[in-house]
C-alpha cells in the first residue's frame, strides 16, 4: 500500500492573495492607544483595531491578522524593522513621509477636537486663537495647530505646551486646570461621555475641529498581504456596513 503525503505551500497571487494554503499567513497588525481605535477596558484591548482584526480572520483564510502592540512614537521604527507588518487608522501626514510605505484606501474619518473647562475664565471666542493658549496633548501624536509635526522640542519651541502619554492625561489635565486648551479624538470623547455623563457639565468643546483625519493602513512594502488584498478584503466590510456600525457603535457618546 502507498501513502501519498501532499505537502502544501504558499502560493501568492498577482493580487497579492496568499492561494491554495493549508495555513494561513500571519499578518501582525500594530495598534496604540488612541481614542477608540485601541483602548483598555478592564485590563483587555478594544476598540476599532481588535474588532476588524477579529472580522478580518471570519471572513478569509488565507491570512491570520495579529494584534502586536505599539507606541505613537515607536510604531515607525517597528513597521522599519519588520516587528509589525501594518498600522490601521493612520494618516499619511502623521509622520510617514520619509518611510518607504505603503497607503490602503481610506477606511473611515474623525476629527481631534478642542476642549476646556466650561468655569475657565470667561473669552469672546475661546477657541479662536488656541496659540495664545496652553496646550496639552497627547506626546507622539500629529496635530493640526502644529502643521502635523510631532516633535516635542519644536512644540515647545513654538507653543506653551504640555505633553502628555495619553488622552485621558489630556482630559485630566484640562478638567484639572493644568492647561487651558485640550485635544482630543472624538471617539475619545464619546467613550467618556459614555463613561461619566456628568463630564459635560465640566468642559466645553470647540465648534471647529484642530484637524478632520482620512484614517487609512500604513502597509510596509515587505508585508506579507498586499495592499490590494487588504483593500478587498476592507471594501467587503465596508460595503456590508460592519465598519460604520462598528464606529457608529463607539461614537455613540456624542450624539444627542
Same mark, same amino acid.
Given at each position: 500500500? !502507498?501513502?501519498?503525503?501532499?505537502?502544501?505551500?504558499?502560493?501568492?497571487?498577482?493580487?497579492?492573495?496568499?492561494?491554495?494554503?493549508?495555513?494561513?499567513?500571519?499578518?501582525?497588525?500594530?495598534?496604540?492607544?488612541?481614542?477608540?481605535?485601541?483602548?483598555?477596558?478592564?485590563?483587555?484591548?478594544?476598540?476599532? %483595531?481588535?474588532?476588524?482584526?477579529?472580522?478580518?480572520?471570519?471572513?478569509?483564510?488565507?491570512?491570520?491578522?495579529?494584534?502586536?502592540?505599539?507606541?505613537?512614537?515607536?510604531?515607525?521604527?517597528?513597521?522599519?524593522?519588520?516587528?509589525?507588518?501594518?498600522?490601521?487608522?493612520?494618516?499619511?501626514?502623521?509622520?510617514?513621509?520619509?518611510?518607504?510605505?505603503?497607503?490602503?484606501?481610506?477606511?473611515? !474619518?474623525?476629527?481631534?477636537?478642542?476642549?476646556?473647562?466650561?468655569?475657565?475664565?470667561?473669552?469672546?471666542?475661546?477657541?479662536?486663537?488656541?496659540?495664545?493658549?496652553?496646550?496639552?496633548?497627547?506626546?507622539?501624536?500629529?496635530?493640526?495647530?502644529?502643521?502635523?509635526?510631532?516633535?516635542?522640542?519644536?512644540?515647545?519651541?513654538?507653543?506653551?505646551?504640555?505633553?502628555?502619554?495619553?488622552? !485621558?492625561?489630556?482630559?485630566?489635565?484640562?478638567?484639572?486646570?493644568?492647561?487651558?486648551?485640550?485635544?482630543?479624538?472624538?471617539?475619545?470623547?464619546?467613550?467618556?461621555?459614555?463613561?461619566?455623563?456628568?463630564?459635560?457639565?465640566?468642559?466645553?468643546?470647540?465648534?471647529?475641529?484642530?484637524?478632520?483625519?482620512?484614517? %487609512?493602513?500604513?502597509?510596509?512594502?515587505?508585508?506579507?498581504?498586499?495592499? !490590494?488584498?487588504?483593500?478587498?478584503?476592507?471594501?467587503?466590510?465596508?460595503?456590508?456596513?460592519?465598519?460604520?456600525?462598528?464606529?457608529?457603535?463607539?461614537?455613540?457618546?456624542?450624539?444627542?
Amino acid at each position: 500500500m !502507498t501513502s501519498l503525503v501532499l505537502l502544501a505551500s504558499i502560493v501568492i497571487d498577482s493580487d497579492g492573495y496568499a492561494a491554495n494554503t493549508a495555513n494561513p499567513v500571519r499578518v501582525n497588525v500594530g495598534a496604540y492607544e488612541y481614542g477608540v481605535v485601541y483602548f483598555f477596558e478592564d485590563g483587555k484591548p478594544r476598540g476599532m %483595531v481588535p474588532k476588524l482584526i477579529k472580522l478580518l480572520n471570519d471572513i478569509q483564510a488565507d491570512y491570520h491578522f495579529h494584534l502586536v502592540e505599539t507606541s505613537s512614537r515607536r510604531r515607525f521604527q517597528d513597521l522599519e524593522e519588520g516587528k509589525i507588518d501594518l498600522v490601521m487608522f493612520e494618516n499619511p501626514l502623521w509622520g510617514w513621509q520619509d518611510f518607504d510605505v505603503n497607503y490602503s484606501d481610506k477606511i473611515i !474619518t474623525t476629527e481631534d477636537l478642542y476642549i476646556r473647562r466650561h468655569d475657565a475664565p470667561p473669552r469672546r471666542k475661546p477657541f479662536e486663537n488656541i496659540y495664545l493658549s496652553s496646550i496639552i496633548c497627547v506626546l507622539g501624536f500629529h496635530y493640526g495647530f502644529a502643521d502635523f509635526n510631532a516633535d516635542p522640542e519644536h512644540l515647545a519651541e513654538l507653543f506653551d505646551i504640555h505633553l502628555a502619554y495619553n488622552e !485621558t492625561e489630556v482630559l485630566n489635565g484640562v478638567v484639572r486646570g493644568d492647561a487651558e486648551i485640550g485635544i482630543i479624538s472624538t471617539g475619545f470623547l464619546a467613550r467618556k461621555f459614555v463613561e461619566d455623563p456628568s463630564l459635560r457639565e465640566k468642559i466645553e468643546v470647540g465648534r471647529d475641529p484642530d484637524a478632520i483625519h482620512d484614517l %487609512v493602513s500604513v502597509i510596509s512594502p515587505q508585508s506579507p498581504i498586499s495592499v !490590494t488584498a487588504l483593500n478587498r478584503l476592507m471594501e467587503q466590510l465596508i460595503l456590508e456596513g460592519d465598519v460604520h456600525r462598528i464606529w457608529q457603535d463607539l461614537n455613540q457618546g456624542l450624539s444627542g
